[in-house]
């Protein structure tokens, strides 16, 4: 029989996980080292697991693997750490200064969490150096007139210096490129004859929308990553073809799907929050399963805690995102991170407050526990001393922990130095990182105008099953779920998500002030044919496949005011009448978002983006929930002392996770032990097991 299996992974900072589907299977879950020298390592690691546990070789399953799909945070971290290509920006005589001066909005630029908080202000490291950016005379004006000829021998002289200089990509943004981009074609053009093998991005292909500072930043960091992008893609992937895979190879890309990975490159930029994205969709598959309208999704891994939003059946995108304190244009699904991971470090600071992450021992030394050189205490650490890992099972044996190295990094780093049992201090590292994460689902919820006890909280990666319990408690949240695949879920989120493709452009309408009828004041031809050019350009893009689907969407806001909302535009022809529709539906969004009766139709109303998303199914496979009992007994596997913070240590039963089917049911407190994670229960909390094994956890008991 030729067997067929569709694989996802995801590369995080600490571990490398991986899905196997199968048609009329369960999915199969594997996890293994992140290798940070060399990333494609852990990737075939992995792929190596999954071939032992189908009794094949490593060639032979690759052979089978009919498709492959992968998530990452290199773009992230080669952003993050400054480890991108020598970029160089030519721009707009009299405009070099743009990426930074930014926004010149100093209540938020560059401050991140700290908004409101001007003493806390930073300035983004520049990634381009000032020498490095080339004003052009060139202009048009805003209707992309041409005011002002491109200068070709100030192009040619730049780029020959630049290149002489180290530069080994190129970004062009122009002024008002995005409503013409004849001058930017040109100096493409003469770019390409001087300098050929250079990587380079022009604003109006990658974002052709209103926003001199968000577009240039866009344009900028795409040529800053495309290079390492392209790399790290064909690295991987000719690790998969040495390994005999032969298939069909896709990235994530952030703002909803997957792109073909020979696009990556291009799209670099979009691939920024490309990981998280995939959990993201991984919990809105499960969510129109279960019927959850509002989701926060919730995954720790070993260096950060992720947290998204599904609200009312959609996951939260965002149109202008911050990465490594710059502004992009380029909308991705909206995951706020903290440093709140299994290898966040604890330590106590200089004023004598116990102080847990953002630092991270990540996967090399890692946490004090896994006896690789790190000596300095962790979250984990914490989990191990406190009982509610066992030590023998961590990775379903395959990575025995080494409980003394936990004590001792606890007792020299935080129980010393705060005179507390070593047990004390690990329950102190424990509640005050599940406090942190609870102030987060509670932050990222009220933040959009809504209340995180309407909410269903998705916990998942390979630490967030075992801290779920206490921080949606702690946020005051009643149900908690933890799906079967809740170890590799971003990667499950990968493999199962429909290739994605978004355009969009600017065309800017106002209504005036006083209009009864707003939509009479919008050009609904204009707005009809540049959707209709959108779809043709989405539709481009997905190979003309005959299974892509679209959705239009426009970007509205009141007069003067800053952010946006989007609108989905119905099929079919643009009349007056569907914008009539649109207006009232951005009227009722908007006081969903900020209130009853803050909407103002009599302000007028601003119409700046058109959008277009397109989608084509890739994974069609039908899965089986794995065979379990009801009967408890069977899974038992034991009993031992568990800390939780209401009761110190008592005894807790302890069970074999993956034997629970649907029906099970259990009231804690209890230990569920998976191979790629620990579930725990609460005292007084339940569980119940569903059709499609996952747990559903009441909370309520501890209120």
Same mark, same amino acid.
């Given at each position: 029989?030729?067997?067929?299996?569709?694989?996802?992974?995801?590369?995080?900072?600490?571990?490398?996980?991986?899905?196997?589907?199968?048609?009329?299977?369960?999915?199969?879950?594997?996890?293994?080292?992140?290798?940070?020298?060399?990333?494609?390592?852990?990737?075939?690691?992995?792929?190596?697991?999954?071939?032992?546990?189908?009794?094949?070789?490593?060639?032979?399953?690759?052979?089978?693997?009919?498709?492959?799909?992968? !998530?990452?945070?290199? $773009?992230?971290? +080669?952003? *993050?750490?400054?480890?991108?290509? @020598?970029? &160089?920006? %030519? #721009?707009?005589?009299?405009?070099?200064?743009?990426?930074?001066?930014?926004?010149?909005?100093?209540?938020?630029?560059?401050?991140?969490?700290?908004?409101?908080?001007?003493?806390?202000?930073?300035?983004?490291?520049?990634?381009?150096?000032?020498?490095?950016?080339?004003?052009?005379?060139?202009?048009?004006?805003?209707a992309g007139a041409e005011i002002v000829a491109l200068n070709e021998d100030e192009i040619r002289a730049a780029v020959r210096r630049l290149r002489a200089s180290g530069v080994r990509a190129l970004a062009v943004s122009f002024l008002w490129s995005f409503v013409? !981009?004849?001058?930017? $074609?040109?100096? +493409?053009? *003469?770019?390409?004859?001087?300098? @050929?093998? &250079?990587? %380079? #991005?022009?604003?109006?292909?990658?974002?052709?929308?209103?926003?001199?500072?968000?577009?240039?930043?866009?344009?900028?960091?795409?040529?800053?990553?495309?290079?390492?992008?392209?790399?790290?893609?064909?690295?991987?992937?000719?690790?998969?073809?040495?390994?005999?895979?032969?298939?069909?190879?896709?990235?994530?890309?952030?703002?909803?799907?997957?792109?073909?990975?020979?696009?990556?490159?291009?799209?670099?930029?979009?691939?920024?929050?490309?990981?998280?994205?995939?959990?993201?969709?991984?919990?809105?598959?499960?969510?129109?399963?279960? !019927?959850?309208?509002?989701?926060?999704?919730?995954?720790?891994?070993?260096?950060?805690?992720?947290?998204?939003?599904?609200?009312?059946?959609?996951?939260?995108?965002?149109?202008?995102?911050?990465?490594?304190?710059?502004?992009?244009?380029?909308?991705?699904?909206?995951?706020?991170?903290?440093?709140?991971?299994?290898?966040?470090?604890?330590?106590?600071?200089?004023?004598?407050?116990?102080?847990v992450g953002p630092e991270s021992a990540g996967s090399v030394p890692g946490p004090a526990c896994y006896g690789r050189g790190g000596d300095r205490p962790t979250v984990t650490d914490a989990d191990v001393v406190l009982g509610i890992i066992d030590p023998a099972?961590?990775?379903?044996?395959?990575?025995?922990?080494?409980?003394?190295?936990?004590?001792?990094?606890?007792?020299?780093?935080?129980?010393?130095?705060?005179?507390?049992?070593?047990?004390?201090?690990?329950?102190?590292?424990?509640?005050?990182?599940?406090?942190?994460?609870?102030?987060?689902?509670?932050?990222?919820?009220?933040?959009?105008?809504?209340?995180?006890?309407?909410?269903?909280?998705?916990?998942?990666?390979?630490?967030?099953?075992?801290?779920?319990?206490?921080?949606?408690?702690?946020?005051?949240?009643?149900?908690?779920?933890?799906?079967?695949?809740?170890?590799?879920?971003?990667?499950?989120?990968?493999?199962?998500?429909?290739?994605?493709?978004?355009?969009?452009?600017?065309?800017?309408?106002?209504?005036?002030?006083?209009?009864?009828?707003?939509?009479?004041?919008?050009?609904?031809?204009?707005?009809?044919?540049?959707?209709?050019?959108?779809?043709?350009?989405?539709?481009?893009?997905?190979?003309?496949?005959?299974?892509?689907?679209?959705?239009?969407?426009?970007?509205?806001?009141?007069?003067?005011?800053?952010?946006?909302?989007?609108?989905?535009?119905?099929?079919?022809?643009?009349?007056?009448?569907?914008?009539?529709?649109?207006?009232?539906?951005?009227?009722?969004?908007?006081?969903?978002?900020?209130?009853?009766?803050?909407?103002?139709?009599?302000?007028?109303?601003?119409?700046?983006?058109?959008?277009?998303?397109?989608?084509?199914?890739?994974?069609?496979?039908?899965?089986?929930?794995?065979?379990?009992?009801?009967?408890?007994?069977?899974?038992?596997?034991?009993?031992?002392?568990?800390?939780?913070?209401?009761?110190?240590?008592?005894?807790?039963?302890?069970?074999?996770?993956?034997?629970?089917?649907?029906?099970?049911?259990?009231?804690?407190?209890?230990?569920?032990?998976?191979?790629?994670?620990?579930?725990?229960?609460?005292?007084?909390?339940?569980?119940?097991?569903?059709?499609?094994?996952?747990?559903?956890?009441?909370?309520?008991?501890?209120?």
């Open positions: 029989m030729i067997r067929r299996f569709f694989v996802g992974t995801d590369v995080g900072g600490t571990f490398t996980d991986l899905v196997v589907l199968e048609e009329g299977s369960p999915p199969r879950l594997f996890k293994s080292p992140t290798t940070p020298q060399d990333r494609a390592v852990g990737v075939v690691s992995a792929l190596e697991l999954a071939a032992d546990s189908y009794r094949m070789g490593l060639v032979e399953f690759c052979g089978s693997v009919r498709y492959f799909a992968h !998530g990452t945070t290199a $773009a992230t971290n +080669a952003l *993050i750490e400054r480890k991108g290509a @020598p970029t &160089a920006l %030519l #721009t707009t005589r009299g405009f070099t200064d743009t990426m930074a001066i930014q926004r010149s909005m100093t209540s938020w630029v560059g401050m991140g969490a700290a908004t409101g908080h001007y003493s806390r202000r930073r300035n983004p490291d520049q990634i381009v150096p000032r020498e490095w950016i080339e004003g052009i005379t060139e202009r048009t004006d805003a013409n !981009g004849a001058h930017e $074609a040109e100096a +493409a053009r *003469i770019i390409t004859e001087e300098w @050929p093998e &250079a990587y %380079l #991005t022009l604003s109006h292909k990658i974002a052709p929308v209103i926003g001199e500072y968000e577009r240039t930043a866009t344009t900028v960091v795409n040529s800053y990553l495309g290079p390492v992008i392209r790399n790290y893609v064909e690295g991987l992937e000719d690790r998969l073809r040495a390994s005999g895979f032969q298939g069909e190879f896709s990235i994530m890309d952030s703002g909803g799907g997957v792109m073909r990975a020979q696009d990556a490159a291009q799209r670099s930029a979009s691939m920024l929050t490309s990981g998280p994205a995939g959990g993201v969709l991984a919990s809105l598959a499960l969510a129109e399963r279960l !019927g959850h309208r509002n989701v926060i999704t919730s995954d720790m891994g070993g260096t950060s805690f992720d947290v998204g939003l599904i609200i009312e059946g959609a996951p939260l995108v965002e149109r202008v995102s911050e990465v490594g304190d710059l502004h992009l244009a380029m909308p991705r699904i909206k995951v706020t991170a903290i440093g709140a991971g299994g290898g966040s470090i604890a330590s106590v600071d200089e004023s004598g407050v116990l102080v099972y961590f990775l379903g044996g395959q990575m025995p922990l080494d409980p003394a190295l936990a004590e001792k990094a606890i007792r020299e780093h935080v129980a010393g130095p705060l005179g507390l049992s070593v047990e004390e201090a690990a329950a102190g590292i424990r509640r005050v990182a599940d406090n942190q994460m609870a102030d987060l689902l509670r932050k990222v919820t009220v933040e959009q105008g809504h209340d995180p006890r309407d909410f269903v909280v998705y916990a998942y990666g390979g630490a967030g099953p075992t801290h779920a319990y206490a921080y949606t408690e702690a946020a005051g949240i009643d149900t908690l779920v933890v799906p079967p695949t809740a170890t590799v879920h971003s990667a499950y989120g990968t493999v199962i998500s429909d290739r994605y493709r978004a355009v969009q452009t600017t065309d800017v309408q106002r209504t005036p002030p006083g209009a009864p009828d707003p939509a009479e004041h919008l050009d609904a031809a204009r707005i009809d044919a540049a959707l209709d050019d959108l779809v043709d350009q989405c539709r481009a893009d997905l190979d003309d496949d005959p299974r892509a689907r679209f959705v239009c969407i426009a970007y509205l806001k009141f007069r003067r005011q800053s952010h946006e909302l989007p609108v989905v535009v119905p099929d079919g022809e643009v009349t007056t009448e569907v914008l009539r529709g649109v207006v009232a539906e951005f009227k009722a969004v908007y006081e969903r978002v900020y209130g009853a009766g803050t909407a103002l139709l009599g302000a007028g109303v601003e119409l700046h983006t058109l959008r277009v998303e397109g989608r084509v199914s890739v994974t069609e496979v039908s899965e089986t929930a794995a065979a379990g009992t009801t009967d408890l007994r069977t899974a038992r596997i034991g009993e031992r002392l568990v800390h939780f913070p209401e009761t110190g240590r008592v005894p807790t039963g302890v069970f074999r996770g993956e034997e629970f089917g649907p029906g099970a049911e259990l009231h804690g407190p209890a230990i569920l032990e998976f191979p790629g994670t620990t579930v725990v229960l609460g005292p007084a909390q339940s569980l119940q097991v569903d059709d499609g094994n996952n747990l559903i956890i009441d909370c309520r008991g501890n209120a």
